[in-house]
C-alpha cells in the first residue's frame, strides 16, 4: 500500500468494529472478524479505540505496517476501501448496502460539503444523484396531532431533509426531528413522539469514553449544536464526564439571545483520571435551565477533560462556540463578547436534565 504521506501515517478504513455488546470486532456487515493484522500499536481491546484502519509502515514512529486501531465517533475521516463488484460506472445505482442507514444516521449525508463526493460515487441512487430525475418525493406526513414540520415545503427530493418540531407544550421523547428523503418516497427515521410530560434525559451521556485528546487548560468550550442543547425547561441534576489528568473541572450553562450569550450557572469538581464518571449535584446547587439553554466546560491550570480534537480535519463535523478564560469571572462579564472562537471536537461531556 502506498500513500502520498511522506510519513505513511495516514490510515485507511477497512471495516471493522469492536461491538461492546458482544467484546468481538465485527465487520459492518456484522460478520464476525476472523483474520486479523494487526501493528504493533494497535489496541484491541479498548473500546476507545474500536475502529480499524490500514496503515504501511511509518517512519517517525517506527511503527509496523498492519491493522491500527482508531476511535469510531464520527470525527476521524479517512479515506475508505471497500469491495465492489464492479469498478466501472453503476449507472444509477448504489455501490454499496448501507446507504439507507448511513442517511438515516446523517440526514444531510447526501448534500453535506464533506461528504458529497462519497455519496456520488456511492449512493447515487439512494441520494437522488443520477441524471433520470424520475424519483418520488416525500411528503409531509401530516398524521402528528403533537408536532409539525418547520420546513418549508410540504414535499422534498430524494436526499433532502424535511424538518419537525414538538407543538407548544409538548416534548420530544423519541422518534427524529429531521428526516431525509429515500428513493422509494419515504422520509427515512423514525416518526417523531411528542408528549405533554418531558422525560428525564441524559444528554449525550453515551458519548463518555476516554479519547485521545485533552481540552487545552484556560479553554472554554460551549456546545451550542443541534442535539447537545437543553431539551425542555428544568434542571440539571447530574453531570457525566472523562478527565484524562486530575484537576479542577468546571462546568457551565449559558443562554442564548440572539448572537450574545449569558451566563446562568456552574458547577464545580474535582476530577479524577482514567474513570467515565458521573457528578450528582446537590439539590440547593443544581442549575434551573430553559429550554435551548447550552451547557460547556473548562479547566484552569490543567488539561483535563478527555475529547477527540477535529481542528486539523479537513471536515469539520461539530464546531462549538470557544474562548480563552482565566476563571469563572470570564463567563460572567457581560461588557465583552463572549465565545467569538471556534473549537471542532467531539468531547466527553453529557448533562442529566430533569422536568
Known sequence: MRNSNKDYQTGNWVS???RSEYGLWLFDTGDPMVYFNWSTAAETTSLSYNCVELIAETQAHNEQGGWRTTSCDGTNMAPFICQVDNLKSTGCNDRIRTCPEAMAKFPDFCLHSGFQKTAYENCRRSCGLCRDKS????FDPNNGTTYVRTSSASAVNVGYV???ACKPGFYQTGGDLRRVCSSDGHLLGAEPVCETTPRVVDLKADKIRRRKETLAKNIAILLDHEGYRIPFDGKLTSWYYYCNTEGQLYFFVMRKTGSTYQYIGSNSLRCQPNWVMSYRVPTAEQISVLKSDVFGAFSINATLLSITDCDS???KMLQFPAMN????HDLQDSSRPLF???KCA???LGVRVEP
Open 16 to 18: 471493522g468494529e469492536l
Open 135 to 138: 424519483f418520488a418525493q416525500c
Open 162 to 164: 424535511m424538518s419537525f
Open 313 to 315: 480535519a479537513s471536515v
Open 325 to 328: 478564560v482565566t476563571s469563572l
Open 340 to 342: 467569538s472562537g471556534q
Open 346 to 348: 467531539v468531547p466527553s
